[in-house]
């Protein structure tokens, strides 16, 4: 049991370049998150997803897609990196229900662009 | 908005208790209250949640008075491996209001040998 996993691990982007980060979770979970950390700041959700097919926008979306084709797996993508897009990224999971606030993190992917 | 209140920053020795308070006086009837933990270069680690009176599990207690209006995380007797970040969350954990799942900047807690 995995848990939660993103790759990679590291990228660096030249400006306008596109990429796609992937995190892939083994718990049957229905909801899943992406957020991003940037350095002495706490974790801002870009995008998120309450099921397989859905996604929905949170706090910071501009500039990035998501898509959640497989239960299992949220994709994140840059169409077109910014400097201002260098941050850590980290993505969640968690079980669907109401009183549930247990999200399991995935190790992050530290992305800087140039 | 259940937006959260905690202290920037608070320092500790080793074999002390601490005790990190949040606010939260806009707390809604459903909402739970959770805490996590993050140390460097890590994702956040679940903690503890609860919804009134007293938690407590192998790693810590938490503390919510009758208005329900701040909550306190209490660290037994810490060790130089509490040195992290620690953030208050308020929310029904439904995920369909995502202005509740703000993270904030915690309180980034310093334990001294």
């Known amino acids: 049991n995995a848990g939660v996993t993103q790759t990679p691990k590291f990228r660096v982007l030249k400006t306008g370049q596109s990429m796609t980060l992937l995190c892939a979770q083994d718990?049957?979970?229905?909801?899943m998150y992406w957020y991003r950390q940037d350095p002495g700041m706490g974790l801002r959700l870009i995008h998120y997803?309450?099921?397989?097919?859905?996604?929905a926008k949170g706090e910071v979306p501009d500039g990035y897609n998501v898509s959640r084709l497989k239960k299992q797996n949220f994709l994140l993508g840059l169409e077109s990196a910014a400097p201002s897009q260098t941050s850590v990224y980290f993505c969640?999971?968690?079980?669907?229900?109401?009183?549930?606030?247990?999200?399991?993190f995935g190790p992050g992917t530290r992305l800087t662009v140039t | 908005l259940a937006k959260t209140t905690q202290p920037i920053s608070m320092d500790s020795y080793e074999g002390q208790e601490v005790n990190i308070t949040c606010s939260h006086n806009n707390i809604a009837t459903n909402d739970y209250i959770t805490w996590y933990q993050q140390f460097p270069s890590q994702g956040p680690r679940f903690i503890i949640q609860g919804y009134k009176t007293k938690v407590t599990n192998e790693v810590a207690s938490l503390f919510i008075p009758a208005d329900r209006k701040s909550s306190t995380l209490s660290l037994p007797r810490v060790s130089l491996s509490d040195t992290a970040v620690y953030y208050c969350l308020v929310g029904d954990g439904l995920g369909y209001n995502t202005d509740k799942l703000i993270f904030g900047t915690g309180t980034r807690l310093q334990v001294f040998p």
């Open positions: 997803s309450v099921g397989e097919g859905t996604t």
């Open positions: 718990m049957n979970h229905e909801y």
């Open positions: 969640a999971s968690s079980l669907w229900g109401l009183n549930s606030y247990e999200q399991y």
